[in-house]
T-cell receptor
Framework: DAGVIQSPRHEVTEMGQEVTLRCKPI?????LFWYRQTMMRGLELLIY????????DSGMPEDRFSAKMPNASFSTLKIQPSEPRDSAVYFC?????????????FGSGTRLTVV | AQSVTQLGSHVSVSEGALVLLRCNYSSSVPPYLFWYVQYPNQGLQLLLKYTTGATLVKGINGFEAEFKKSETSFHLTKPSAHMSDAAEYFC????????????FGKGTHLIIQP
């Protein structure tokens, strides 16, 4: 299995531009999570999906952030417009029904820099 | 709400010495506890987890952790540190009773001195 695949690995964009981060979960996993990692706040859960349906988006910081999961093998996290304070590493993770016993699998992350 | 506190943002040990990384949790439901490791510029890798049953949990790379309910702790240990153990370590607790994600601690940066 290739694991959780995120793209791009690095993204540098100018303030005000739209940014789209992508994630392909592990085949057969039915839950997908987006996390943000910063020095100040650590790892924060932004949103998670179960069977492609958003379950909890209470961690999404502002309306500028949106996430979709059109099918079981693909999810996007979009920031529009982007701001310098959005600079962070964004992780995607997926899990199966047995997440509490098998754990959550993380991707390698996307390092976003907004200048 | 569930929370995790990791004592010490940086821990330095000599190669061959005992590694002890501290984690305390707060949970309103029976906790499921995890330790993840993050190497530079990489994602998080699961080290070990406690779900139910035996309170001493063994993980990969010689690490183990003990769940102590009375102390609300889940400290991570390794008898003998290796240079390759240098990384960031995160303790996490399940957000609820189901598989609805994890709440992470702020992390502990482990430094190995030669």
């Amino acid at each position: 299995d290739a694991g959780v695949i995120q793209s791009p690995r690095h993204e540098v964009t100018e303030m005000g531009q739209e940014v789209t981060l992508r994630c392909k979960p592990i085949s057969g996993h039915n839950s997908l999570f987006w996390y943000r990692q910063t020095m100040m706040r650590g790892l924060e859960l932004l949103i998670y999906f179960n069977n492609n349906v958003p379950i909890d988006d209470s961690g999404m910081p502002e309306d500028r952030f949106s996430a979709k999961m059109p099918n079981a093998s693909f999810s996007t996290l979009k920031i529009q417009p982007s701001e310098p304070r959005d600079s962070a590493v964004y992780f995607c993770a997926s899990s199966s029904e047995g997440a509490l016993y098998y754990g959550y699998t993380f991707g390698s992350g996307t390092r976003l820099t907004v200048v | 709400a569930q929370s995790v506190t990791q004592l010490g943002s940086h821990v330095s040990v000599s190669e061959g010495a005992l590694v002890l990384l501290r984690c305390n949790y707060s949970s309103s439901v029976p906790p499921y506890l995890f330790w993840y490791v993050q190497y530079p510029n990489q994602g998080l890798q699961l080290l070990l987890k406690y779900t139910t049953g035996a309170t001493l949990v063994k993980g990969i790379n010689g690490f183990e952790a003990e769940f102590k309910k009375s102390e609300t702790s889940f400290h991570l240990t390794k008898p003998s540190a290796h240079m390759s153990d240098a990384a960031e370590y995160f303790c996490a607790v399940s957000r609820g009773g189901g598989a609805d994600g994890l709440t992470f601690g702020k992390g502990t940066h482990l430094i190995i001195q030669p």
